[in-house]
């Protein structure tokens, strides 16, 4: 079951989205992709810059928050960079 | 009739792996299209694996939101999602039940078999039937768990709705672990909202086989805040832990409490074909590597949301959506000879415990010595000493969140 696969399918394989950094994926659980009613704001389409600031802000504290700051803490400032700028290019 | 010449030459084409054959896409096979399956299918799909899908029901019906059901707030209709989103990317979704598992192959219960490269399961819980003594199938149908969306949840409902005005509802909750840690307060939270406002001498029993719970302390703050002398949480060390069920009634070590409404959450395990495919341990549930959710037990099959033991991360949708998307690029690296990144997740659970009073408990996760653990400094619950303005925008962002993940996943 171990199988590798020949090179056309890897070409095939890699051919989509750059994989996401570590965590990055779960932001979607609560961001949607487009503008929704009642619902925390897109991240495509963000600048990477005010994301990463943004969750900077959470992670101090500086910035209000719900639940942001709660998520925020669990990830280092390059695990921030990496995030924000794979989010503000997602979909 | 084909010449035999012919047969023969059809048979070694299939047996010769021709360079045809040999750049076929990789085929994964998902086994239920719940919140975990259907995420996983989806992912796959658009990173070019050839997936099928396998879901025995047309629909599925969330259980997210259904204790709002249950207390009269929303219509079943709300929580029920469709296979369309899917098949509209052209996701292969069979309807049929996986009863087995044969090397490289599902096998159905319909009698086909989908051969794959590698085998995604995530079938859910299985209510464990008789663990309970006097619990089974049909005292379900008098005494629902409603544990599982659907039918169960209207029966609960209605059983509600049917009670005179000062009548006795009791709740039974399990020992850990169980699908959804802080499902059966929020539960608890709303019958105590419908009985206050539609049948205030009724009363409400919480029996639990625990002396702690999750987001214990604003749990127990707002009933103390809402509903003073209408809900009474029994923990273990009170005698909480019910024994067993006879009749009208649920039975402790203490005493005998008979039921108007009676709500059994039964103690739990993962859904049949974990155990089936040699992937659930003694315990009921999946021991898995915490970087590509494969199961210890069985390698090339996957384990992912509630059946999975998936150490400090709790049985939810939102954790079964995020362990989904790691396992599918775990999957294609895997698939690729690549080594799969170790992962981050995180998990939030938002609860209501009135229609305007939201609660959530949040978590970050990483890999580490063989298990999901706990991002130190990260997660943990609202604060205690909220406005009931935050309170009622946490409700806001859970109806949100709702919304959002369901379209994700099945829009
Ligand atoms: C009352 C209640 C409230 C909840 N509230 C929340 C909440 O607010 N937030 C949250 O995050 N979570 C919540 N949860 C938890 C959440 O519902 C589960 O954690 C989530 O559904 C797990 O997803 P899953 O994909 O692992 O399993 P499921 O969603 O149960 O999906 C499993 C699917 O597999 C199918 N299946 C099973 N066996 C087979 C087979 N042999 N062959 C083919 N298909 C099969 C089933 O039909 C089902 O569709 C709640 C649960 C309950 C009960």
């Known amino acids: ?91 | 009739m084909p010449s035999r010449r012919a047969v023969l030459a059809l048979l070694g084409a299939v047996a010769i792996p021709l360079p045809a054959f040999a750049q076929a896409k990789p085929r994964v096979v998902v086994v239920g299209g719940g919140f975990g399956g259907a995420t996983c299918a989806r992912a796959l799909h658009r990173a070019g694996i050839a997936v099928t899908l396998v879901e025995p029901n047309p629909a599925y019906t969330a259980c997210p939101f259904s204790n709002a059901v249950v207390a009269g707030l929303r219509e079943l209709d709300g929580q029920v999602f469709g296979y369309d989103g899917l098949k509209r990317e052209d996701v292969i979704v069979v309807q049929d039940r996986a009863v087995g598992v044969e090397t490289g192959a599902v096998v159905l219960a319909g009698g086909g078999r989908l051969p794959f490269d590698r085998l995604v399961l995530a079938p859910g819980i299985d209510v464990v039937f008789g663990a309970l003594p006097g619990y089974d199938e049909p005292v379900a149908e008098r005494m629902p768990h409603a544990w599982k969306a659907g039918p169960q949840t209207v029966l609960l409902r209605d059983k509600l709705r049917a009670m005179p005005d000062g009548g006795m509802v009791v709740m039974s909750v399990p020992a850990n672990p169980y699908r959804c840690p802080p499902g059966p307060y929020e539960r608890a939270s709303l019958i105590a909202h419908y009985l206050k406002t539609h049948k205030p001498r009724c009363k409400l029993l919480v029996l639990d086989a625990k002396d702690s719970f999750s987001k214990q302390k604003l749990f127990q703050q707002a009933w103390a805040e809402l509903y003073p002398g209408l809900l009474e949480w029994v923990p273990l060390s009170a005698g909480g832990k019910v024994t067993g069920v006879e009749g009208d009634a649920l039975v402790t070590d203490f005493q005998r409490v008979t039921a108007d409404v009676a709500n059994v959450i039964p103690p739990q395990r993962a859904g049949a074909i974990a155990a089936a495919a040699g992937a659930a341990d003694r315990s009921g549930w999946c021991p898995i590597d915490p970087v590509t959710f494969e199961s210890r037990q069985r390698p090339g099959v996957h384990v992912i949301g509630d059946a999975a033991i998936a150490g400090a991360m709790p049985k939810s949708a939102f954790a079964a959506n995020g362990q989904a998307k790691v396992c599918a690029a775990a999957v294609v690296a895997l698939l690729r000879g690549a080594a799969p990144d170790p992962p981050k997740l995180i998990n939030t659970c938002y609860s209501l415990v009135a229609p305007d009073y939201g609660i959530s408990i949040a978590g970050v996760y990483r890999a580490a010595e063989g298990r999901l653990v706990d991002v130190e400094g990260a997660g943990g619950t609202s604060p205690p000493d909220a406005a009931r303005s935050v309170r009622a925008q946490e409700a806001a962002y859970a109806e949100a969140w709702f919304r959002t993940i369901t379209g994700a996943v099945f829009g």
Do not use: N, Y
Request: aromatic content about 4%.
């Open chain 1, 1 to 91: 079951m171990r199988r590798l696969l020949p090179a056309a399918v890897l070409v095939l394989l890699s051919a989509g989205a750059a994989a996401a950094p570590p965590g990055a994926e779960a932001c979607s659980g609560c961001h949607p992709a487009t503008r929704a009613e009642g619902a925390p704001p897109p991240l495509a389409g963000q600048p990477a810059d005010d994301i990463a600031a943004a969750m900077q802000d959470f992670r101090t504290g500086q910035r209000p928050a719900t639940v942001m700051d709660r998520i925020a803490k669990g990830f280092t400032d390059e695990e921030i960079r990496a995030i924000a700028v794979w989010v503000a290019r997602a979909q």
